[in-house]
């Protein structure tokens, strides 16, 4: 690799770790880890090809450009993390999986009538898992606790949408919007 190649590589981590917190390189190697798979398996899941998933581990391509894998990724992050903590099994894992590859993620929040695939009302984790997406697409955590810290003294209630949104567990952000409803 000359130079130049080594500078865009470098460029586009840099840009990876601004937009999903960390090179992708790293979080889909900590996903292929924690959840038993291979980078095939990994990509199938996602809904990219295998050689999409290698140029952006790589750092070749920076940016996931389908807002549906992003929301894939995400469901993804925290199968992880439930896997880790015990609250998921190796199994239920294996299933979830399934559900998150034929997941066609999209908005929940526009149109009127929207339902998500199994016919039904949007179910609060979606939305809730929307409105992360959404954020997170926009910023990095970090800016925005940031942009929180600076809202704080005058409109406390955004700057606590924002930490619980932008940079919070989904669990606490789903406690959040049902005691906010009504």
Known sequence: MDAAQQEATARAR?????????????????LIDDLGLNQARLAAVLGLSAPMLSQLMSGQRAK???PAVVQRVQALQELSSQVADGSVSAGEATDRMEEIKKSQGGSVLTGTGQTTSTGGAPTVRRVVREIQSLLRSVSAAGDIIDAADALAPTHPELAEFLRVYGAGRTADAIAHYEGHQS
């Open 14 to 30: 840099e840009l990876q770790r601004s937009w999903y917190g960390e090179p992708l390189g790293a979080l889909f190697r900590r």
């Open 64 to 66: 996931i450009g389908n």
